[in-house]
């Protein structure tokens, strides 16, 4: 399985940009897909999850409100939406699956794609 995460860019402050994860194959529709992100020097941090079914959704505290996670499965994508982009939220965005079919359990996460650079300008 491979996660294609595509997207990026850059754009300045206070702009949007909208973060795509597709994969093949069917099974991606039934597990919980995540997006992380990596700026240099750190670590790579959690952003955003949500749910096979879309119903249970997390965020990162820093973005909530900006951020919107959400999942098409007819189209086997999972979609980052970030509005009110800030120079802190400048990284690399990679999207990670847990790949166990309907789970319910705390994500873990074992496919991983290859990352999509967001630049945000002052």
């Known amino acids: 399985v491979q996660l294609q995460a595509s997207g990026g860019g850059l754009v300045q402050a206070g702009g949007s940009l909208r973060l795509s994860c597709a994969a093949s194959g069917p099974a991606f529709s039934t597990w919980i897909v995540g997006w992380f992100r990596q700026s240099p020097g750190k670590e790579r941090e959690f952003v955003a999850s949500?749910?096979?079914?879309?119903?249970?959704?997390n965020y990162l505290e820093s973005v909530k409100g900006r951020f919107t996670i959400s999942r098409n499965n007819a189209k086997n994508t999972v979609y980052l939406q970030m509005n009110s982009l800030k120079p802190e939220d400048t990284a690399v965005y990679y999207c990670a699956a847990d790949a166990t079919p309907y789970s319910s359990r705390d994500p873990r996460w074992n496919f991983w794609g290859q990352g999509t650079q967001v630049t945000v300008s002052s």
């Open positions: 949500i749910s096979w079914s879309g119903t249970h959704i």
